[in-house]
Every structure is written in C-alpha cells, then in structure tokens.
C-alpha cells in the first residue's frame, strides 16, 4: 500500500520551464492549434530556408517531439507559400526574412530581455499574414535564442530533456493548443553554461563502445541535444582516454553545427586533447624543455577551431591531469600564456580580446594566482571548487573589473582525494544551490561548469546545475525543494510526484551526509544515537516506498523511474546497510553472538543486492544502459576506487558440536560484554533524556537456555524478568522517575542464565535539582549534552542581513545561511543573529561544537565567520580554516562538517539563550552540539530534546 | 627420519628410585634370586600373618609385580616352615616376629635413617635362617616405611609407578637378581606428602563414572596404590560433587587399611565434605547463626576418623570454597576453631597435641593470621601459594618454632582468577623446585600438597613434587632436568630418552611461558621479532618428533607415550597454532590479502585437530580415558572456562568475480598495508641488528598480477625486483653497510603492481659512530635495544651467596636464582652479582625493564630485592611487589612475569658493565631488556644480540 505524502510547499514558481504553460490540451477561442489528432490537423513549422544548421536540426526535434506527443506530424517547410492556417515560425532576427517582415510590420515587437546573447521570445499573434489565422513566432537574438524557444516549445507539449538519456516518456496529447495572447522573453544570465564528461571510463565509455562504436558524432549528437534542451551551450568533452576533435573529425563539426560551445578542459589547453599529445606529441609534455614541439602542436589546435564556436584554455599542468613537474614556476606559467596567446592572434582573424579563452585556477594553479601570477584582462579566469563543491576562491571587487570576468568550475563527480566519488548522485541541491548562488553574488557569470563524470546518473543535479545558470536570481533557498517537486513532476507527468520528491530527497540527503564510497562500518554510530539503527530504518522506508512506486507507475515509466529514482534510492540503501551489517556483524563477533554468522549472512546479502541492482540497471530498455553503473563503488581503502567491486571481509562463528547454551550480556552503548567484562553499566538515565536503556541477553552458542533478571532497587523497571534466548532478546529498562529524590542514584540488574554468578548491570540514574521550568521550544540538557538543529533557531534580523534557513542542504536536510551581501564584515553587535533558547540541568564550562557546512573562506578578506553568545554575552568569535590543513581539509569533505569549537561557562541551571551571529556571508550552519559531560562518539551528534 | 637429540647432561644422581640400582638381570655368585624363568624359579616373599593391612596388600602387590615382570608368580606365604632358598623377609620392626628376630639376632641391625618416620631399610642377608640362602629384608620404622620398601623393589624390577595411570608397561625380564651385601635406608623429610583431587568435573569424574560407576573405594584403591608407590601418604580426595567418606564407606576404611592419610580439603572443616552439608546439614552453613548443627555435623566427622589416621582440618570457609559471607570476622574464626579442637578434645582418646590439625591459610584466610589470629601451636599452619605456583608466605623464623609446624598447598591446576588452568600440564619443573625449595629451607615440612585436578595428565609434576617432598636437599637446581630425564627413561624403559626429554621440556617451557588457557591471538608477537613464528617452528619441530617417536617406540609403549608425552606437545602445538592462525587471519583479514580465507581455514583445521587428539586421547587403551581430556579449554574469554571447547570466530573474505588483480604491499612490524596507508616503512636497520627486513607484496583479489620493486638507492638490496604474485610473496630487504657512512639514511623502496603510482616503502637505516670495539660475549646495542638471557652473565658469587642457574625455569628455559641463606638481606656492597657485559652504540637515559619470575614476598621482612648497578654504580633497589595490587599479580601470573623497571644514564658509547645484584632469597631472573629508543611490543622481548 502506497503511502501518499503532503506536499512540502505549495509551489508558485517554475524552473523547469522558463515561464508559465501557454501550452493547453483544450482549445480556446483564438487560441493555436499547434495539433488536433480528432481533425488530424496539425500547425505548419516554418524556417528559413537560410537558417542557421542549429536552428533547422531544433525545428526538425520539434517536428518530431509534436509526432511523438500526438502521433501527427507537423509539415516543416522554408516555403512562405505553404503558409496558411495556424502556423510555428521559427527564426533569428536579423537572420530570418520572415521574422524581419512581421517585425517592420509591426506584427512582432522585440521585447526586453530579448535582445541579448541568447535571448529570445515566443508570441502568439492573429493573422500576422494573409491566410495565417494564428502563428506562434519563436524568434531570438542569436541562433541559440532561438534554438532554446524552440526546445522551450518542446519541453512544454511534454518532451523530457531526459527523453533519450533517461527514457522519460513522451507525454501522450491528443490535443496542443498555444494560448492566444501569449507573450514571452527571456535570456541566460551565466553565458557559457555547460557540463564536463569526466571520469568516463569504465561506465559510459563502456555504453559508448557498445553502443555507438566509440565517442563519435552519434553518440555526441545525444549529448548536444540533451544541452540544447536544457538551454546550456557549453561542453568539455569526454577525455579520459578520448580525444573529441581527433576520434571522430565530425564530432566539432556536429558541435559548431548545432551551436555547443567546445572547449578543453582545465588541464588541455589550446583546445587539443591531452590525449592528443600521446598519439601526435613529440618529446616530452613539458614547455621548459620541448617548446618549439609544444607551440606547434597548439597551433594545430587553434587553427582546427579557428571557425568555429570554441573557448580556448590556456595554460598548462602536467599530462593527466597532475601538476607540472616544474613545480610552481610562475615565470614559465606566464611564458606559456603569452605563447598561446601569440598563437591565438596569429592564426584567428579577429582581435584577441573576441577570442574566448579562459584560465583554469584549478588546484596548484589557483597558488600561482594568489602569488602573483597574472594573465590578461580578456581572458576569463575559471575559479574550481575543492572537487568536493565547495568554491575556494570568487572574485574580489577589483576583480570583477576584469573584462573577461569569471567562472566557476563545479563537480558532481570526481576521481581523487581524500576519496573519489564516481558512482551514484551524492549531491543536495540545497548545496549546489547556496554555492553557485554565492558565485553568481561574487560576480562568477562568465563560465559555469561542473564536472558530471559519467552524465549518467547525474540527471537531476545537472537539471538543477544548469536551470541555476540560465538564472542564478530566479533561484532562491527554497529552489531546491520547489526545483525537486517539478523535475519530478515533469519526468513521471504528474505520477506520484510526492513520493518521488520524497524518495529523491532521501537519497541525496543520506549521500550528502556521506557520499557511499566514503562510508566505513563505523561511520554511523551502532553504540550511541540509535545513530545507524535510525538510518537504516529511514531508508528502509525509502526503499518499500520506491517498490511500492515502481510497481504502482504506468508500466512505461518503469524505467525511467528506476533510473532516476530507485536506483539510486536501493543502491544508497545497500551501500549503507552492507556497511551497516558490517559493523554488527564486528560487534557480534566482538561480543561471540551466536549471531554473528547469520549477520556476515546479511552482509553478503548487501553485497550481493548491490550486485543486483547493477544487473538491472544493465538490462533495463534491453541493455542501452549496459555498463553504465559498472563504476566500482565497494571496498575503498583510500582515495582511489579498488578494481571491482571488493566482497568485504566478514566475521564468521562456527557453533560447538554437541550444542551448548552459553549466555552473554551486553549494554547498549558498548562492545563489551559479561562475561569478557564485569563492568557492564548501562549509559547514565537522565529526566530530559532517553526513557528507555536497552540490554541484551543472548545466547553465543546454539542450545537455548533460561534466563532471569533480577533488580537490585525498585525504582529500576524491566520490559522482561525472565526467558528463553535462542538468538538474542533485548530487555528494555527504564527508571520510575517517582521513586527517586534529586541526585545521583545506583542499581544492578542481575542476568543469570549460564555461567557463574551471573552479569551485574549496574543502572545510573541522576535526578538533577532543578528550580527554574523549561519553557515550551527550550534545547533541553539532556543525557550530559544538549542537541541543537540550526533550523529550529529563532532568526533576528537586521537591515544588513538575516539567517535564511536552505532546504536539501546539510546533514540534517535544512542549514541556516547567512544570509548577507557580498562582501560584507560585521561586528557582532551588528550581525543578525540566529537564538537558541537552551534549558541546563547542569553548570560548568561545557564545549560547545558548531557543526558548518565545509565552506571555505572563499573571499580572503572576510573569511567566514561567526560569533558566538551566551546571553548576550560574547563567548568567542569562529571563523572557518582554508583549505591548508590538508588533513582538517578532508576530514570536512569526507564528513561533509566543519566543527568549530568553543566553550561556554553556564553558572546557572536553567534557561539561557546561545545565539550565533553572522558576521560574514558563507556561513551554514547545521547543528550545535553542547557536551555537557556525557556527549557519546557518533558521527551526527544526538537527536534534540526540546520541551 | 628421528634427530637423535644430545643429552643435556650427564646424569649423576637418581630421584626416581631412592637408592642407587641393586636389581640386576645378570646374577653374580652371592646375589640374591628373585626371580629367573630359565629355571622357572622365584624367591619367596614372606610377610607377618599379623602384618598391618596396608604391608600385606603391598607384599601382594610385589608378588604381582614380580609376575607381570617376569611371568612367574612367587609364593607369598606367612609360614616361617615355607621359608628356604631365596627369600624376600617384609616386616615392621618391632611389630613382625621374623624382623625383630633377625635383629636380636644381629643378622640385621637398624640403619641410620630408617629409625624415623616412615623410614625403612633394604638388606641383602646371605644365611640369615636355616635353610634360607639369601634373604632381602625389606624393614620399617612403621607400616609406611615398610611399604614404601616394598614399593622400591617393584619399582626396581620394572614397574612404573604409572603403570595402571598411564599404561606404562611393565618391563619384562628373565631374571631378576638382588645384589649381594646390599644395605640401604631411607626416610622422608617432609612428613605428609600429598595430592588434592580437585576440579575434578567433567574429566576425572566422567572417567571414573564410566569406569567406576562412581568415587568408590575401586577407583580409590588405584589412587592409594599409585600414592604409595610414589612414596607419597596423604590425600584430599575428590570435593567437587564428592564426598569421599559418604559416596562410599570403604573409602575411609581403605585408605585406612592401605596407609593413606586422609584429609579434607582447606575449605572442609573437621573431616567432612563441602557436600555432605549439603546432603545432611540443617539450616545455613553460617557459625554465627547456625552453629548447633554445625557443631553436630563436625562431631560426625571426628567421630567417623577417630580410629583411622587423617588429618584435621579447622577454621571454616564459605560453602563451594567460597569466603564466610560473615566476610573476616576473626573473632568468629577464633570461636570456630576452639570450638572444633573442643569436638577432638572429647571424641578422640588422645592429647589434642597428638591429634594432626591443620589451619589452611588460603586466599583471604591468610589475611586473618596477618591481622593477628592464632591457632594452638599444635596445629599445623598450611601456607598456600597464589593459586598460580608462587608461596605467598613461608614461615618466619620464630613460626619454625611453633610444635605444629607448616605445610604448603601448592596448585598444579586451579580454577578461578585470573584464569583457570584444568587442561593439560603446564607446569615447569624448575618452578616448581625453586618454590618448593624455598617452602623447605623455610621450614614449611609438615606438609606439601598439590592440588593436581584431575590427576591425569599431571603425571611428570606430581612425580616431581612428591620425589622433591620425599627428600628436598636431595634436590639442587639441576634436578629438576635431571629428573626428568631419568623420569623419561623409566617411563619408556630408555627408549628415546633424550627425544623425549627434549620433548617434555619443549611443550612444559612452552606452557610455562603462557598457559594455553591463557593464550589470545595477540599473546605472541606477530609483528615483531618474528616471536609468534620461532615458537610455531619450534613446536612444529616437537609436534614432527613426537610423531617419529611415537611411530618407532615399541608399540606396547605407544598409548603411554601418546598420554605422557606426544599428546601434550600435539595439544600445545594445536592450541598455540589456533591462536597463531587467528592473528594472522585478523591481520590477514585487516591487510585485504586474498588468503584471508585460507587462513580462516587453518584456524578451523587447527581447533579440529584439537578435537582429534581428544578423541585420540578418549579412544586408546579401549576406551580407558574416555572423559579424560574433556576438559574445555579453547574459548576462554574470563576466568571461567567456558562450557565447552569454543570454535573461534573468524574473518573470512569471498573474491570479486570475475576475478581482478589488485596489489597490497605489507611490511615486517606493522598491520598496515599501501593503499589503504601511503607511511609504509621498514624498522630501521642497525649494523647489530636484524640483517633481513621482510616486504610482501600480495594480491587482495584472485587474478594473478606482475609486480616490480625499484629502489632509490643503490645500497638497499631485494631478493627480487619482480614477479608475479598470485597469493603472498616476500621480498627480503637488506643492506649493504659498506656503501655508507656513518649516520642516519633514508631511501625508497617503489612497488609497482596494479593501482596508481605503486607503493613506497621507506627504508630507514642508521650507521653509528663507533669509537670502540664490542668484545666476544658483549650484549649489543641493536635496533634500539639491549636483550639479555639472564643465564648468560657472570656470577660473582662470595661468602654470603651466589647466583644460580636452574633449569627448566622462566620463560627462556634457564633462570637465575638468588642463592642467598633464609632470612638474609643484604647491601648492595655484600650481595653476590650477575654481571652483563653490553656495548652500546647510542648515549642517553634508557628504561631498563628486569624480568622476573612472578615471585611473592613470602618474606614480609625482607621482601624480594635486586639491586641494579651500572659500571659499579647503583642504579636502584628494586623490589617484587606484594599481591594487593590484583590487576598487577593477575597480569604477572598470566605472563608468568614480572616486570620491574629502572632506568640508565649512558654517557659514552661503548662498552658498560650493568649488573643486577642479589640482596635478599627469592629473586629469579629471567631477562633484562634495556629499550635505547627502538624496542617494540612483543610478550618476551626481543632475542639477545652478541658479539
């Protein structure tokens, strides 16, 4: 039975299509008639004879996605005197007769916000000439204006973008109308927006070869259209062990063709393939040594793009992708540069400041920039994030002067350390959107790339990537949630698209509190927290809703929605789980359960789902997607992925012959066990804190016994006093509060089964005095901590700035950001403050950790900070550290957490206020966690307790 | 093909048999005929018809012997009328008619030595009657003594004392002659020397259940007759589930009739059994709350012994050996005693005085004596060990005043803390000797019994212990290795006598270095000093010799071989290699190396192979010793064995398929592996130090691979630069010194195999500045340490004192005794030394650790004290703690060590002389280990390293 979730928000705007539907299935007065299956009629698509490549292969895509969506297919004709009826004209102003003529006849109006790079308009217009009832003119400033309009038309009759690459189904219409009077402009604000194909190897490349023979035009015609349809011009190509412009010549003319930007990525300069050196190269990748070999082979690679729409990379790191082995020399950097550039205004036929070039600060080279280093103001500096989507570094004031601007390169896929992630989508929206929407504030609008490894299955974050780049302002901190709800939408057309919603936002939340390939068994916590325990559960639920869906789906949308949508969320849910058993099956086996073999069972059984669903992933749509989730993702020992798929090394307990009975007892909270110990306690009950304490008797050998718990106080309650364990049986204890006076209190649970004497438990509990009442909301002190969710803080804010809660984003799901002008250094008297009304049982100077985002101070000036204080009263001021501790570094990408600590003095018990103040953008901060003296490892931090 | 062994040492003194050998098989003119099957003649054996009991069972045992030795029975006869020819004469003095004629007659006069208790005499008498030629006079002071000759001659023909026990066979001879104007006599030093049957279930009790049908006086009968032949007198018999008087009435009366002195356990009061209370006490076995039925039920037990010969033992303990709940109330204790000596001052019919009494100063009993309770100087004081060998408290010299004197109850098996041991022997012989001797020259002589558990398998130390109680100044520190020797010849008629010796020191040493109770996978290093691998080779070579052996001993002898000696070298073999497997299996497991499995399965062979040898055990001689090795012994995880022998859990690792390659390199010394660490390093090399580090590359998956090592510099040198790895393969690192000067170097070691960039593994080597040359037999400073055997330094012994040697002791085999008088304490400047000659490369203050055997100041006056010098000056005094620090004695008698630790200041380089200085009794020591900044954690310390 499917459970249907409400909706998280009612939404109100619309990302995925770039203005409201003008498209309508019943037809109005005056409306167009863009196809009627019952009248078999359809409207006429016109462009011009002389049109743009582009703009004539994105006509015909949408006279074949009308076919597909009413099963009739439009006449696509350049001949004005087909024209009649209810007509689509298509056409580049400027560029197209027809278009002109409707505009000097003041038909068509150019509109704001269309007359820029790639801006374009749709209007619906009466009679714009004769025997034309109705047209829909889709015309643009440039070709890929129009191009978008036209895919703009595409998406709104019910083509997926994802059509091909995720087998989205057409939506099916037997009727498609364009309202009359509809008006529309609109235009990108990033200009170059694109993707990287990186990482490729062994999955797509593996698809690739088996399907199209190699990286050649067929296969790059998927990609171009799949950009194109989700309005972004830009693309590194596939690199790995590929070479775009040599293995197949046709791939940059299919490119400048149907108008995709090219370029090369960060480390292949002069748009040739760091591949290409290997076949064609002489001597050795290295300009100290072999320039003149160097220079011409750059010249090659200019004059090879000289025609066509191109971004050129300047610079140079060392072959696959690895710093030079000069080290850090900025001198010869800067020879480099200026010989390229030579090279550039040689061969291309225009001043060197209209040829696109751009210098990656990737890695090292951002060092080079930072001591010194400098290339020309044209040239476009390509800032990176630290392959873990956290930008290191936008662009100052000054720098923003700069006539060739800024980027941003971004990763959702990355091979390196501390730990690649190649598999799955790990990314939260919520993130990529609070990063890339301090970019676009920096004034990075030039280039927004990001790294999508494989593509594939890489769908909804790149949907989002590049909706963010068309128009960074349009999105605010609830884009994410709303994005999410209508991509979902959009790809199952309408079906349950608050269960998948729900089922994507999962999966990307537990990935983004840990992407899978960086899991261990004893990341999440099986001691304290129930941390795993509640993980697991949360994904199980995740995993029975996502049958539940994939069985109750239109059977056309299967899959589709097991691409998109279970895999990943089942996948997640095996990484976690064969390392959830894993870390049981090393307690039970620690604690001799008879048990343990059975628990290596489950392990391998998680293996082997994994295993599973990868077959599935293979076969579905017979087999187009075969090799495609064939990246190892299980058996990571240190950054780089292992060869397969590694079957992980389990602990198993053969059982006595004949069988005997042999108890042990163990505690929550602890590997050990009665009797390897007598020191068994239960962790200490407290009034705010957990009701229940759980032990566990079990049995470490194969025949049954009988066991009797006996409490040594009254006040200790038990689940259970007595019983017969074959595997294992959890007693539940808990304290009767009513018994006990204010201090601190001991009992002993006796277990007697086998063995000598029995286990001791011993059962703490501790009654603080408390005068003051917790106020309802109050972070109650809990169990020795207090648990804090910064989305549950009360936000004053100033006429500077706020705190703004982001959704999908953090361990938690929602993280406060502040929210501030770029730029900007507060005082904390001045800073908006996020407050948290915090109820002590206890008094003391207790740590405080503030767990962040792992942002990096991005702007050297300001750095990220926050102030801390403790009714009213400044506790400390926080910033976040670069990236040089390298080891702190990781530790904050691996964790997805940056802990900043502190520590307060609380000289009374009772309610106080702790507040963190924003005194610069950046910020975002997820958790407080307060140790109040029994703070247990986990890898979140407890759950709140709140009045 | 068997290694014929050398003998350790030539053997000069006999402790099996108490006289040197006046049987042969070759008659001379004059020697007495016992018995020859040539002429199918025997003597014949004559014994009072008015003769104790126990003389004429003993006559009647001879007379069996004689006929199991030679085929032929002697006339056993009272008739002097019978008497003529060759004649064995077996009387008490004074109690036999013929005896105390030969004596009026002078035919036989009364030896020095035989007027004593439990003394006799052997004469070779040539006419001592009519008719009768030769007569072999077997005389006593009392009923023992006569026995015990008795028991001498059937030991002298051929009969072992284990002949029933351990299926010794009896040696089989044609003749039997007693040599001509032999004249012997002996006696026992210690009064009652003695065995406690205890912890008795499932072993001992399975076996004679089976056997038996329960503890009646047939089972008994074997243990009196084996006491009796070992010259022993004295029993606490079976307690566990027993009560020896009730379970059968003649078990009193047998004991009785043969001679044995009977008693109760040290926690069974007043000749009762712990479980006779329980069969017929009324109420709580409380004194203070209870003590009308207590009373009665004692007067039971004096009533039921008044006429045999026991010992009586007084105070009270807590039911099942447990202490009084009243915890120590002394004054109570007080009252019970002068309550049970009240009960024996009315039932017996003689003084108290002449009533043997004994208080049991065990466990917490002991404290009460040292918190000032006394008993009557008439009851023997019986000190206790600490349950693990080491005397707590010996008598100081006034208590050797007291007219009840002191006994020691010594444990070759214990259950309780830290950790039983109720297996196989584990007990060191030179231990044993050591302590005991120290009991002796104490004056503890009233007693000395042994708890031995089940009896079998401590065959070798209860003949030990009861041949040194017989007459401990016959025992030097070589005995305990001459001992068993001679032990080996008799047992095996001198079949492989040296092998055999070899192999008993071989599995005891072992035991006596951790017992196999006491063994974890991380007990022996598996990463340093290649400890964990010398002991398996070593037991691997005993395990191969006692096959060869057992394969060509006479197969009549090879049930008693297996029991006495093949069996415990198997078991210790198994037991060790089970632990030795499963760290490797962890470390296996931990490495990812794809014989993880393999290894898992080497465990699960090693705990089979365990099992065999119990079946093997319970199979032979028909099923005689069904039960008899049942005793758990694999899955300790406390003090407790557990209930059965525990499969261990192990890490097993399934291979990817299809099969990939995937490269791990380890190194010597450390769990770590590339790539999961990139800080691979070998330990440093030293030019006195290990010449050969080890590196193994390995496969973590299943598809063979091909590797290749580089070096960085030309002075490293590897068995091999390449391969193809399919599981492990070690490549050995060594030095060539000559290429480098003196200082600290640095070079690489680059493994390429699969993975990216391969492994680098350090390679650190350290040439000191050496101005001085080592001297033959210096201890050298080598990779960061000075190991010393302390039986390898120079005594400088002088009036006062010495050191010495003894054998078969300490962890190492050989110990060094403080050979000091009782009660002496010393000044350094008078205190015999142990000199140490050691060179060291490196200067600075260096912690210097002194293994010790885990000794006890029994002498609460003087303690055990060393002191250290360094080039003549004093370092420090150092002393062996008491036991109140109970996690400091439990770790001590686990690891059979103790640890005390100091430190050095070296200043210069070179050449030093440390000496450890004997200032007290007590003191054994075993090894020095002096840490110069490189030693590493392993159970016995590095090997010692000599010029």
Redesign the interface.
Known sequence: MLKFLASAALLCASFIVSASGYVTHIGQPGDLTLADTNKRQTATIWVDAQANTGIKMAARSLQQDIARVTGLTPVLTSDISDLAGQVVIVGERGHSALVDRLIDADKLAVMAGSDKWEGYQLNHITNPLPGVEQAWVISGYDRRGVIFGIYDLSEKIGVSPWHWWADVPVQNHEKLFIRAGTALSDAPKVKYRGIFLNDEAPALTGMVHEQFGGYNAQFYQHVFELLLRLKANFLWPAMWNNAFADDDPQNMYLANDMGIVMSTSHHEPMMRADKEWNRYGKGAWEYSTNPEELYKFWVEGAKRYKDKEGIFTLGMRGQADTPMSEGENIGLLEKIVHDQREILSDVMDKPLSEVPQVWALYKEVQGFYERGMRVPDDVTLLWADDNAGNVRRLPTQTERERSGGAGVYYHFDYVGGPRSYRWINTVPLGKVWEQMNLSWEYGADQIWITNVGDLKPMELPISFFLAQAWDPERFDAQSPARFTHQWASQQFNGQYTNEITSLLNTYTLQNGRRKPESLSPDTFSVFNYHEAKRISLTLAEAADLAESVYQQIDSEYQDAFFQLVAHPVWATQAVFELNHSQALNALY?GQ?RAT?SAM?AKV?AWFERDAALTRQYHSIQDGKWNHMMSQPHIGY??W?N???????????????E?A???MGVAVEGSAAYW????ELALPTFTPFGEAERTLTVYN??AKPFDWTATVSQPWVILSAEQGTVTGDTNVAVAIDWSQLKTGHHTATINVKG???GGANVRVLAHKPEITQRPAAGDFLEADGYVAINASNGVVTSNATGSWQKVALHGRTGAAMQAALPPYTSLKPAEAPALEFPVFFTSTGEFPVSLQLSPSLPFDSTTGIKVAVELDGRHVATLALPSQKDKQAWADGVMDNIKHLTTSIEVETSGRHSLSVKALTPGAVLQRIIIDTGGLKPSYMGPLERRK
Do not use: E, M, Y
């Open positions: 086996a001799d343990t290596a391998n020992v240190h780089n292992p060869p397969a798929n590694i079957p992980p090394v389990v602990h198993t307990k053969a059982l006595a004949p005997v009975a042999n009797p390897a110990s007598d470490r050998q086998t063995g000598w």
